[in-house]
């Protein structure tokens, strides 16, 4: 049997993950959606043609929240390409009638309930509430032909109904964000550094790692951290992280769970999902 006749149909890729942008690709072969458009729509067209998808085979655009690390891109994407957007109600609202909104037309938009599934190109999604101070801030849960994948981004806290989500998940993305040291030690503003830690902001590599070890031998195929802080931390501390969780567990490294941080530049190419 060819090798590639057992991948998954259904992938994933990181365009870029970071505080300074986020896009993520999830489809079927050569057709799919982004998850974000945070980087120039240069950025996102040079993505899609390095894991060649056309751009005509986006068919949406899912928004996690309005902050412009996760929308940048979005009006120049979607208005010279004339596609959907899919995002919750107040994050429609604030990118429409915000203090610096968005110059597309109401009718590009298309309002998702939280907890409600819908389908766009044959993949099933669902949009689940995630506590950060962007308005309308969701996490998906995306399934196609039994492979599964959860996004969990700008995580101020992980709830029940986050963990429930993220434990649903075959591959998950889940936020990385800072290095509790790096960041109580390093230069932003007090009140700033509250906020990155507070139930509102993100999640730290501690909280991340213990959840994933919680998780660990249930069956994860992909674990990839996303969003990680360019001051606060780096790739190399993320997983000194995990694996020092991985030692006061007493678990040893599975050859079957990929674990890996998300580049905050680099196109990671298309990852069987």
Known sequence: MDLFSCLSP????????????????????????????????THIKKGLQQIGVPVSGIKAILLTHDHVDHVRGLEVFAKSNGISIYAHE???????????PIHLPSSCFHVLEMLEPIELSG?????????????????????????SLTIATDVGELDPVVEHFLELGQSIVIESNYDDEMLWKGNYPYPLKKRIASSKGHLSNLEASRF??????????????????????????????????????????????????????????????
């Open 10 to 41: 259904f992938v994933f890729c990181s365009f870029a993950s970071g505080s300074s942008g986020n896009c993520y690709f999830v489809g079927v072969d050569n057709e799919g959606l982004l998850i974000d458009a945070g980087i120039s729509a």
């Open 90 to 100: 107040e994050c429609v609202d604030a990118l429409l009638h915000g203090p610096y």
């Open 123 to 147: 993949i099933a999604i669902e949009p689940f509430p995630v506590s950060h101070d962007g308005h309308g801030t969701v996490g998906y849960h995306l399934s196609y032909q039994g492979a």
């Open 212 to 273: 994933v070890m919680k998780h660990y031998e249930n069956g994860y195929k992909n674990v990839m951290f996303c969003h990680l802080s360019e001051n606060n931390n780096t790739p190399e501390v993320a997983m000194q992280c995990f694996y020092r969780q991985l030692r006061l567990n007493r678990l040893k490294p599975s050859p079957d769970v990929a674990v890996f941080p998300l580049p905050r530049h680099k196109c990671t190419g298309l990852i069987h999902l």
